[in-house]
Nanobody, 117 residues
Framework: VQLQASGGGLVQAGGSLRLSCAAS????????TTWFRQAPGKEREIVAR???????YYADSVKGRFTISRDNAKNTVYLQMNSLKPEDTAIYYC????????????WGQGTQVTVSS
């Protein structure tokens, strides 16, 4: 699976962005796809995840503000980010792993999200 992340940018606090993770080579509906982020000087953290069965999970820090979704026809996973805060500033990565897999074998290149106060 090849993953292409896009949609990052500079936005003011309270604004919105939608990130896209477009896949080629395999069908994302057969994978768990996760958005991670890493801020400068901090460890990478999970932001949101959608399983092959379309079950979703969110980090506490983004619950109620972010929504992960998948468009099977476009083979793309989205992360809609609303009410953005400066602390959401990070490089966002999408990654995918197969059913039952313990590790994420497929990673996108990352997209920068910067939220100004």
């Amino acid at each position: 699976v090849q993953l292409q992340a896009s949609g990052g940018g500079l936005v003011q606090a309270g604004g919105s962005l939608r990130l896209s993770c477009a896949a080629s080579g395999r069908t994302l509906s057969s994978y768990t796809t996760t958005w991670f982020r890493q801020a400068p000087g901090k460890e990478r953290e999970i932001v949101a995840r959608i399983t092959w069965a379309a079950n979703s999970y969110y980090a506490d820090s983004v619950k109620g503000r972010f929504t992960i979704s998948r468009d099977n026809a476009k083979n793309t996973v989205y992360l809609q980010m609303n009410s953005l805060k400066p602390e959401d500033t990070a490089i966002y990565y999408c990654a995918a792993k197969g059913v039952g897999a313990g590790t994420y074998d497929y990673w996108g290149q990352g997209t920068q999200v910067t939220v100004s106060s």
